[in-house]
């Protein structure tokens, strides 16, 4: 997951969980008010590169700190921009919180903010109550009274003060607690990294200073001249314009040049230089020359690796020939003309129409699951006007349905008028699955509204997000009964006709014990059952979830081969016993961090001749990618967590949990289904 995913990820969560019936409403939206949608989430994104820069070994923590630095500077928004400071009507291009909700509730949103960020850190201390400790701390100074953002506001009521000092209060407060709680949320040292922020915070108020001469307020989205209006110290109002110039250009050398040595230090100086010509006019930057730190010897590899070779840029120069070809409508006329051409042109026009079409298909397809019409028309074939009596429709709405089933080899034509099923009629009734993923799919379709707001985060919450209760829970285990009931059956629905494909990709004849990992009702462990009367049988998933797959292996008989384990994943290791253990359609679920707590707790479980089995869709499936990349890929982003990965990825994520000999198997539907097998490292 990319970065500012992450970030606008634990944003929504952290505001969430503060959310609900017993939260006063004006209150719960004034917060939203104050915190979505961000601005450049510049303080988060530090801390997260230094983060990823020194390991980022625990990213749960990481997310919690850049998370929580991220509400406390909006909570700095919202108490500056109060008619007692500020008096500021506008914020990132809207009302401020105090204009759109009044003064009283802007109070009570900036203290609750706070309060929010330190419960934050609470929240995610988990293995690592040290670093949580750390970064309380350092999180508390940078607001504190002494040093921090309290005391830079504070500068404000004096009748003099000094301009750095202001400065680092004010701004580079936040900056230099950025690039400490990064380090510390990955267990380094954070004195090494103060130097930094202190000096990218100092440069940002300058930069800010020159903004607020140079910049009009749309631009801006706030009000300009504030500095001038409320008599403060500016750096443009004490040296110049020319002046302030020079002393970014100063300490931003001082900030690139003292990042710390690690291997993502090029990445560092590069959002340094990008942060600043983001708040710069383009004037203004065209008059500064940004450094670049020494590349580190040790990570010349992987610049090297990052080149691209002459044969990649002259494909990149073929690829954008051909594609200003195909725009020509010239072309396209001859091409579609031309004898040779012509099937080629028709096809690629039937596929971009197909894009085009794709929602109105979903739409016929799930009017006739709803209307169960495949199960009707496999007794046998109907009129228009017998199926529109007893479906409640008009001859001529059953008629069209009808006709654009057959349009889309759902029903094909009979004799007499009559319509019965098609090809993928027929397969819809083997497969029942499917019928359930298209009722599910209707909360997909609602998410799916306006795409670019669930790109861009801007959703405070999705369907799908709520159906997955699981996904984004801080406490998955404590999920009751009636809450994994829908999505435990719809698992089991769309389970079947993978778990057919992985058996027959990889035999199970040579192990004695199989524990499914988010196994659900246990339908995979039924159909290995069923296949292996050797194996024994266990279950590991969500207590409430794994108490209804003991019912359910009762019920079929394999109650005795059977056990079932109940617990989170989060926080609980694997129960030890299986030389087999198999995640089916789990990992893709979940983001990168917990995917790979999920594959270290099956290396801890798995004795040496153990094997570890995954299966799932993957990215880049040959002929597949739209199921990987486009279908898993924007559905997993509206349930809140996991991506769709490539091979290549999965099985480096597997060689970094502990595992080697990793293989990917051949199976019958590999756009539904890949299979990868892995054994424990014995060098580990």
Known sequence: MDVMSRIEQTLKRAIAQGSGEAAPPLLEAATRHAVFPGGGRVRPRLCLAVALACGDDAPALSDAAAAALELLHCASLVHDDLPCFDD?????????VHAA????????VGDGLIVRAFELLAWNA??????????????????????????????????????????????????????????????????????????????YQV??????????????????????????????????LDGALGRLKKLVDAAVHGIPACPGRAKLAELVGSEMRRLLPAELVDRLDWPQPEPDMGNLEENAAMQITWSERLSDVWHQSLSRLIASPAFQRWAADFPLTRPVAQRRASGLFDICAGFVYSQILDACVRLELFERLAKEPVTPEELGAEVDLSSAA???????????????????????????????????GIAAIVRHHRMLYRDLTDPLALLRGELAETELGRYWAYAGAATPGAAGDAEVASYSQLMTASHAFVAGDTLDAY??????????????????????????????????DLPAVAERAAVRLRDHGLGERSQTFGGDMKRDPLPRGADLISFVRVIHDH?????MTMLKAARAALPMNGTLLVTEPMAETPGAEPIGDAYFGFYLLAMGSGRPRPPRELAAMLKAAGFSSVRLLKTRQPMQTRVMIAKPDHRD
């Open 207 to 240: 930069a800010d200073d020159l903004r607020d001469v140079a910049v009009s307020e749309a631009d801006m989205g706030k009000p300009m001249g504030q500095d001038q209006t409320h008599g403060r110290p500016s750096a443009v109002a004490e040296l110049g």
């Open 591 to 595: 983001d990168d961090d917990m995917a």
């Open 126 to 203: 988990g293995s690592h109550p040290a670093r949580a400790a750390s970064l309380t701390a350092i999180v508390g100074r940078a607001v504190g009274m002494t040093s921090g953002i309290i005391a830079g506001q504070a500068w404000e009521c004096e009748p003099e003060v000094e301009l750095t000092e202001y400065h680092r209060q004010k701004t580079a407060a936040l900056f230099f607690a950025a690039t400490e709680a990064g380090a510390a949320a990955a267990g380094q040292d954070p004195a090494p990294w103060h130097a930094f922020g202190e000096k990218l915070g100092l440069a």
């Open 88 to 96: 500021a009507a506008t914020r990132r291009g809207r009302p401020s």
């Open 101 to 108: 909700y009044g003064e009283r509730l802007a109070v009570l």
């Open 398 to 432: 059953a008629d069209r349905l009808l006709r654009a089933g057959v349009a889309l080899r759902l029903f094909n034509r009979r004799a007499g008028g009559r319509f019965g099923l098609g090809p993928h009629g027929a397969a819809m009734l083997g497969n029942p």
């Open 507 to 540: 035999s199970f004849k040579d192990h004695q014990c199989l524990l499914d990992v988010g196994g659900g009702e246990g339908s995979f462990l039924l159909a290995a059952g069923q296949r292996w009367p050797h194996l024994k049988l266990q279950l590991f």
